[in-house]
């Protein structure tokens, strides 16, 4: 069985400071991972995923992620961050079951609240 | 780009009504997934489907049952409300091998 853990349920920061958002997964076979995010009253909307190839993914919106496969990570960053970037952002990990089949399980979240 | 529409954005209920509700993505997906999300449980599993009339179960499908009549839509049903199936509830479709999903807007639905 597959896992995704979000290790912070809430980060609040500055703005124009630097943010790292925290996800960490549990897989036995390769994966594919994704972060989402939602903002107020909205559906989810992909930011960037990583498929296979180089570990760090760029992403909309001046957001990167890097797989870490010995550790298990895949931790969200931007390096200034503005009031618009107030979301709840998702990490979502892709199991493959088979041909074309697949689903997403995704973390709890973690909301980002950007202060001015 | 990719839309997928929901039939409502908020809905309320009866307890022990049925509910429908519809979602249509117009990218020709073969892949359509239904959640739900509450606070604090991140969004959960339903149902999901890889063709037309073919369904599988989620992570938490009790309660609920599903329909795909046509592969651009795939509908969800609440046999009888219960207020513990207040929520929001996320359609998403997605195309084979992009292992990836583009998500409506979202129905809150309130049972009371």
């Known amino acids: 069985a597959q896992s995704v853990t979000q290790l912070d349920s809430q980060v609040p920061v500055f703005e124009e400071a630097p943010v790292e958002l925290r996800c960490n997964y549990s897989?036995?076979?390769?994966?594919?991972l994704f972060w989402y995010v939602q903002y107020p009253n909205q559906g989810l909307q992909l930011l960037l995923k990583?498929?296979?190839?180089?570990?760090l993914v760029k992403g909309i919106n001046g957001f990167e992620a890097e797989f870490n496969k010995s550790q298990t990570s895949f931790h969200l960053r931007k390096p200034s961050v503005h009031i618009s970037d107030t979301a709840e952002y998702f990490c979502?990990?892709?199991?493959?079951?088979?041909?074309?089949?697949?689903?997403?399980?995704f973390g709890k979240g973690t909301l980002l609240t950007v202060n001015p | 780009d990719v839309k997928v529409t929901q039939s409502s954005r908020y809905l309320v209920k009866r307890t022990g009504e049925k509910v429908f509700l519809e979602c249509v993505q117009d990218?020709?997906?073969?892949?359509m997934f239904w959640y739900r999300q509450d606070p604090g449980l991140g969004l959960r599993l339903i149902y999901f489907?890889?063709?037309?009339?073919?369904?599988e179960k989620g992570d938490i499908p009790e309660g609920y049952s599903v329909s795909r009549e046509k592969k651009e839509r795939f509908s969800l049903i609440l046999e009888s409300a219960s207020t513990n199936q207040t929520s929001m509830y996320l359609c998403?479709?997605?195309?084979?091998?992009?292992?990836?999903?583009?998500f409506g807007p979202g129905t809150r639905l309130t049972v009371t």
């Open positions: 998403a479709s997605g195309g084979v091998y992009s292992y990836e999903q583009y």
């Open positions: 897989s036995s076979v390769s994966v594919y």
């Open positions: 990583y498929l296979s190839g180089s570990t």
């Open positions: 979502a990990v892709s199991l493959l079951l088979g041909g074309s089949n697949y689903k997403l399980t």
């Open positions: 990218m020709d997906h073969e892949n």
């Open positions: 489907s890889y063709d037309v009339k073919m369904k």
